[in-house]
């Protein structure tokens, strides 16, 4: 006879490291009678709680299990005229691991590719955008996230993905593997601003003129965010502690800009401009 095993009372903070067997083989001894009235179940549930929380388990931190005793109760309960003989496996031991937790973000392995002429609009979602782990806490302390696997394929067009997470060894988690990511794209046109040049960290008694005074910037940004990337959300500056080499005539300008607006292939023109410091009176 062949039964499927269920196993239930295992805490979410043990990790069993040997696989636990899906079946169980086993013969029965009786009457003729008696063996062809026998109806055989599909699945026994085992309890483990027992098995763990014994006093020979918290101190080696293993689990040992005895098949043909779980097979004789299980028949002893259906029948007193049946009498297993033999069980295949006949047994089980496997230490088991304590496992503390961690909860980390999910992020991206690699980049989302986009077609050329394309752009994202918004910020990728990951959802859920984070996950608590288990493992030994000598482990936890290594990680700092759990990533997606890649995405291979180039995108032209907003999509939801269902992507499957990667779990190194030795963590496990108790949830689903899977996170969907969704994203926007739009097609990219290009747009230019002239930004004035700031002058930050400048002493009192300092001043500085950049010749020429502003920059022109170029970037790609998406058709339905156009109008809504403004000059503002940009800063063209040059830092006075940076200019060590007074013998320069030249400096490179910095540009911030907002995070939250989405562009790419930023240049300037030009990238440096001279300067003239003068100390005031």
């Known amino acids: 006879y062949v039964i499927y095993t269920n196993y239930v009372g295992i805490p979410e903070n043990i990790y069993i490291e040997e696989k636990l067997p899906d079946h169980i083989k086993y013969t029965l001894r009786g009457k003729r009678k008696e063996l062809n009235k026998y109806k055989q179940s599909d699945t026994i549930t085992i309890n483990l709680s027992n098995y763990l929380s014994s006093e020979?388990?918290?101190?080696?931190?293993?689990?040992?299990?005895s098949f043909l005793e779980i097979i004789n109760t299980f028949i002893a309960k259906k029948t007193?005229?049946?009498?297993?003989?033999?069980?295949?496996?006949?047994?089980?031991?496997?230490?088991?691991?304590?496992?503390?937790?961690?909860?980390?973000?999910?992020?991206?392995?690699?980049?989302?590719?986009?077609?050329s002429q394309y752009i994202f609009v918004d910020s990728?979602?990951?959802?859920?955008?984070?996950?608590?782990?288990?493992?030994?806490?000598?482990?936890?302390?290594?990680?700092?996230a759990i990533y997606v696997k890649p995405l291979h394929d180039t995108y032209n067009k907003s999509n939801k993905i269902t992507s499957e997470l990667i779990i190194p060894n030795?963590?496990?988690?108790?949830?689903?593997?899977?996170?969907?990511?969704?994203?926007?794209?739009?097609?990219?046109?290009?747009?230019?601003?002239?930004?004035p040049i700031t002058l930050i960290n400048v002493p009192e008694n300092i001043n500085i003129r950049t010749f020429p005074t502003s920059?022109?910037?170029?970037?790609?940004?998406?058709?339905?965010?156009y109008n809504n990337v403004l000059p503002s959300m940009f800063e063209a500056n040059i830092d006075y502690n940076t200019i060590s080499n007074v013998s320069k005539t030249t400096q490179k300008v910095n540009i911030?800009?907002?995070?939250n607006i989405y562009i790419t292939n930023l240049t300037s023109t030009p990238k440096e401009v001279e300067y003239v410091i003068e100390t005031m009176q």
Request: net charge neutral; charged share 20%; no cysteine.
């Open 56 to 65: 020979e388990s918290k101190v080696n931190n293993k689990v040992d299990i």
């Open 80 to 115: 007193s005229e049946l009498t297993p003989t033999e069980t295949q496996p006949l047994s089980f031991s496997s230490a088991f691991k304590i496992l503390n937790t961690k909860n980390v973000p999910i992020l991206l392995k690699e980049n989302i590719k986009v077609e």
């Open 124 to 144: 990728i979602k990951i959802i859920p955008n984070n996950i608590t782990i288990l493992g030994p806490q000598s482990s936890l302390d290594t990680i700092q």
């Open 170 to 195: 030795p963590f496990v988690i108790n949830t689903n593997n899977n996170v969907e990511i969704s994203f926007l794209i739009d097609k990219s046109t290009e747009k230019s601003f002239d930004i």
């Open 215 to 225: 920059i022109n910037i170029k970037f790609s940004v998406g058709i339905q965010n």
């Open 256 to 259: 911030q800009y907002n995070s």
